[in-house]
C-alpha cells in the first residue's frame, strides 16, 4: 500500500494528475479529514488553487485508490463554478415561489401558513442536494474521461470496501453502485471513440 502521509509521493502524483485536468497542481497538506469522508482525503476547492488535505485513514488505500481519489477531487475542481451558478439559481427560483406563495396565502387557514414556512427549507436542501449528486456523477464521467473507467472504478471499489459514514453522507451522496451505473454510458462513448477505426 502507498503510505498516504509519504506527501513527497502524493505531490508527484498529483502534479502528473493536474496536468491532465489542465489545472494548477494542487497544494498536498497532511491534516483533520472528516469521518464521514472515509477515503481520507479531503478537498477544498472552494478557492483559486485546490487544496487536498490527506488523513491517516487514506493509508487504508491501494495506490490506484488513493490515484482514483486524488483525480476526483481536481475533477470536482475543475467543475465547480458549474455547480455553484446552477445550485444558487435554483436556491433563489425557489425561494421566489416561497414568497410568492406566502403573498397569496394571507387568508389561508393556519397549516397551511406553516406548512409553507417549514416546507420551503426543506425544499431548498432538497434542491442542493439534486445539484450536489449532480456535480458528483459530472465529476465521475469527467474522471472517466481524462483517465479512463480503471482509473474511476478503483475509486468506486475502495468506497464499496470501506462504505459511507455519517446519516447527512449517506443521505445526500450517491450510492458507488448507482455512480458507476450513471457512468456506464460515458465510458461506452469513449471506449467507442477509442476503438480502431476503419
Known sequence: MMLAMDLQ????????????????????????????????????????????????????????????????????????????????????????????????????????RELIVYGFPAITVAVIIVHYRGWLYRADRKVAEVLGARTLFAVLEAERRLGANGLAYLWAAPTADRRAERVAPTIERVRADDAPHG
Open 9 to 112: 509521493a502524493i505531490e508527484m502524483v498529483t502534479g502528473r494528475l493536474a496536468a491532465q485536468f489542465s489545472i494548477r497542481p494542487p497544494k498536498v497538506t497532511s491534516g483533520w479529514v472528516p469521518r464521514s469522508m472515509r477515503l481520507g482525503v479531503r478537498a477544498k476547492m472552494w478557492r483559486r488553487r485546490l487544496v487536498l488535505v490527506i488523513g491517516p485513514a487514506s493509508e487504508r488505500l491501494e495506490p490506484d485508490e488513493l490515484e482514483g481519489e486524488l483525480a476526483s477531487g481536481m475533477a470536482g475542481f475543475t467543475l465547480r463554478r458549474g455547480f455553484l451558478a446552477r445550485a444558487f439559481l435554483s436556491v433563489v427560483a425557489v425561494n421566489i415561489c416561497g414568497f410568492v406563495i406566502q403573498g397569496f396565502s394571507v387568508g389561508a387557514p393556519a397549516w397551511w
